[in-house]
Structure formats: C-alpha cells, structure tokens
C-alpha cells in the first residue's frame, strides 16, 4: 500500500535535487517566472526509454543557444535517471532550463547566472492519444499571434495557451494557426496535409518549431514512398484538404477530421494520418 | 542594527501571506513558471505614494481580462499595504498574476484556476534615473520580434530581455524596437521624438503597451502647448529626429542621445525631453 503510493509520486529533478513534483518550489526570482525566460523539451518514453533522445537534445542545444544560455551539460545521464527513478514504462518526461535565479532586471548581460534545470517523468496509465488517434479529433483555425523565434522551444507559451483554450471551449481540440494566411502549426502540434496523393508541411523557418515526429515523418514517409514536400499551406488549402494530421511527442500523429465548419476526408482517418502513426509506433519499439 | 538588517529586507505578498522576497518559492506548477501565462504592473511610488495607482489598476484589470483571468478583486489595500510594510518613501512596486497552479497542460479550459498574486516593494536608495536623466542615454535599434498582443502587459518577456541584453552588450542602455520599418516601443519603455517642434510617438496598437506616461505626457505636453501627434514614426524619422526620448514608470522620461551611430541633438539632452521629465517630477509631487 504504501510502496503503491510512493510509486504514484512523480518524482522530480531541480539542479540535480530529487523532489516529489507536487513539494517542488522554486525561487519567486527564477527568471522563468518573471520573464518566460528559458526553454524547454518534452519526450515520450516507450518501454522506458526516451523516444528520440539525440534529437530532443540536439534541439534543447539549439534552444540554449539560440537565447545565450551556456553551462548546461549533458542531460542524458539525468534523464534516464528521473524515467528509472519513477519507474516509467510508457510515459513522458518534462525539461526545462531558465536562465537563473536574480533580482527582477531585463537585461542579463553580465549577470553571472547559473541556470535551473528542472525534469520530471510521468508515467501515461493509458495511451494519451489513443481515443484521439481512434477517431480523429477536430481542430479551429487561429491567427498566429506567437513571438517571431518560434524555432526556440521557449516557455513563453501564452499565445498557444490562448489558442489551444479558445479551440477546447468551442469543443474541438486543436487550433491550426495561420500567420499571413499561410499555415505555421498547431498550438502544440506541427500540421501536415494530404492533397492529391502529396504530402505537405510547412518549411522549417523562424514561425515554426523543428518537431522531432515532423522530421521522423517527412524522412519515413519518404522512404515509404510519398511525395513528401516542405512548403507553404495556405488556410484555403488546408481547408480544402485531403487528409489534415497533426504530429507531436505525446500525440504522435493525429488524423484531423473537421477543420472549423469544413469537413476533412469525409470525417474519417485518412489512410496516410494512420500510416504516419503506424510508422511513429514501430519505430518506437525498435528503438 | 537588527532594526536596519530587518528594514533592508524587502517583503513580499504572495496571495496575501507576507514573506520576505529572498525566502519567497512558488511551486513549479505555477503557469507563471510553466508558459509564462501571468500579467504585472510595475508602480513608481515617490513619497509613499504609488503615482499613476488608478491608470495601472485599469491597465492591470484589462490585461487580466485580454487572457482570461477573472477572479482578482481590488488591489489598492494591498498595494499601498506592501509600499507601508516596506517603509518605502522612493521606490516601486512589483504586482504579478498568474492564471494559477496546475499539472501542466496548456489549454486552461475546464481548469479551475485561482490566480497567484505576488507583490512586493524596493526602495530607491538613489533615483535610478538620475544618472540617465543627467547624461541621457544611447540606444540601437532592434527587430520587434514579440508577439501580436504587446498591448497585453504579459510577463513573456523573453524577447525583450533579450533586446535590452543585446544593447547592454554593445554599450547602449536602450533597444529601440522595429516592426516593419515603423517604431514600436523600447525593450521597457514608450518612444516619442521630435521634429521640426512636433512630437511625435506611435499610435496605440496590438502592437504597444499603453503606457502610463506615455498617456500623461500626451495630455500634459499638450496642456503645455505643444504640437503632440499619436502617428507612425519610421526608423529613418527615429535617426533623423531633432529629440528621441523614452519613457517607462521607472525611468520617466529620458533623453536618447545616440541611435544606432547617429547623433541626437549633438549628443545633448533636448528641450522637450527635459520638459517632459520635469512634467512627471511635479505631478508626482502633486499626485
């Protein structure tokens, strides 16, 4: 009884401190919390290991630079650690790096900072994309209104917040965002279309993230033999689609089958939506 | 001894509790700290007295509202309650709000959320903009990368702090920012210049803070016979302005001698900008 209760605690790493989750405090100065001042990865663990370790990392790497954060080491050791501390199976695991800890000015330049490293695992008691990934879900479109680095995964998360609430109380359960009516991602998904047997997704620049499974899928799909193309996706193509999908860490690949008023595929998954998850899946338990 | 030890450390209210702000964490589950979902105010207070107190309230309550927060009453009492608490007679007040503390998840749809209400007060042994005001102060000009609700007084400041670092790292004391060729506001300030006796600063928008002194100035130097126009200011207008000041509750106004490499006013402080200073120092003394 008590071992299933400590079993049940997520366990949390700050600075190398173990931590239960819910005890975890942290300093009213971090200047994650007055600024959104740091950035952050979040990994889905398959039979207890961390799917696409190296490029969540190479990414985190990015991020760090990309804001001037240095001093932080390899995390690998620490994230296989917090996953076998909390007896993960199938689950995920959450970093995130500020910048540190000091009085409340914008400006860092010569603050000498150490930064906070804070990672928790939790375990997923059921697959949390199964019932989404059996039905398909509905999603809104929504003005882009994010920062311009939308490459750097950075805690500043508001706009997609907003979004994500906006389409959850109009009972569907992703926004699409749309910047300069073209298609950028969703509030915390990248967005692929199907059109005529062509697969597309936005290209990489400075108005969308890197997704790990955007990657993954654009090189297995092509080595399945898709077209696969990186290009813009305008709100009239997206609504006009074939098939629509969304792809992240937790949700893997998601059919979308109803786009504001438009229906997509009939309101059914689509055969390449499956195929990509059918892909992500696998792929998982070779890994 | 103790007494002085005990007057120096600033005191902080966190959802009313009273803590002193270097003994102040939060838990790691605050929104604030996860996606940077929270808004502030930052109050100039001089004798005692928080300056502008009903223009940051009304600003405060429409941040709230803009992002959906509800659930925070009056704040007046507990202002001037932390200004008392901490004997200030010159200094400022810190107020931040989050949306609550939650396990992470972005859409707050459903949740329910009760805001996390911080203050706290720091008394200025010196004014900080006496050197400034003295000197007047060099700026650059940077790329507005923030997002398209800058008129929301959100505490994702990432952008900025990196703007303000990227001037501190170059000698300059201010980052001018750019969007789309037209001035938008400083990295935490308001931006007027001045050209041929007309003074200009940059209409509200989405894509400005409404400042609290930039609306005082408006009226005041109005009141006091200038030419004052709420219109786009382009960067070649910023660098061949006869004055640029720029203004924030902390700084008050300022004049920026030097944009970029280019010389304002022979590199000395204007006529309206030190008008403009004296402007806010006698209201104060009023208020």
Chains 1, 2 share one sequence.
């Not at 696409?52 to 650690?81: C, F, K, P, Q």
């Not at 062509?198 to 092509?222: D, E």
Request: with cysteine; net charge neutral.
């Amino acid at each position: 009884m008590v071992k299933q209760m400590l079993k049940e605690k997520v366990l949390a790493s700050f600075n190398k401190q173990i931590v239960p989750l819910d005890e975890l405090t942290i300093s009213v100065n971090d200047r994650a919390y007055l600024f959104g001042d740091g950035v952050y990865e979040v990994l889905r663990v398959y039979k207890s290991r961390p799917f696409l370790l190296v490029e969540h990392m190479n990414r985190l790497a990015r991020s760090l630079s990309a804001i001037g954060i240095s001093g932080v080491g390899s995390l690998t050791a620490d994230i296989l650690s917090i996953i076998s501390l909390n007896h993960i199976d199938e689950g995920m695991v959450y970093v995130q790096i500020s910048r540190g800890t000091a009085p409340r000015v914008h400006s860092f330049h010569n603050l000498s900072l150490q930064p906070n490293i804070l990672m928790y695992a939790k375990p997923f008691y059921e697959h949390p994309a199964a019932m989404d990934a059996k039905t398909g879900i509905n999603a809104i479109t929504h003005e882009d209104i994010r920062w311009g680095r939308c490459d750097i995964k950075s805690i500043g998360l508001l706009a997609n917040c907003l979004a994500q609430s906006k389409a959850h109380q109009i009972g569907a359960q992703e926004a699409i965002l749309i910047r300069e009516n073209n298609v950028t991602e969703g509030s915390s998904s990248n967005v692929f279309i199907v059109k005529n047997k062509i697969i597309k997704t936005p290209p990489l620049s400075q108005h969308i993230l890197p997704g790990t499974r955007r990657q993954f899928l654009i090189n297995a799909l092509s080595e399945h033999g898709y077209q696969v193309e990186e290009d813009n996706i305008t709100k009239d193509e997206l609504l006009l689609a074939d098939e629509v999908f969304i792809t992240s860490s937790i949700k893997e690949a998601i059919a979308v089958i109803k786009v504001d008023q438009h229906p997509i595929n009939n309101q059914n998954l689509g055969p390449v939506a499956k195929h990509a998850r059918a892909l992500i899946l696998q792929a998982s338990l070779n890994s």
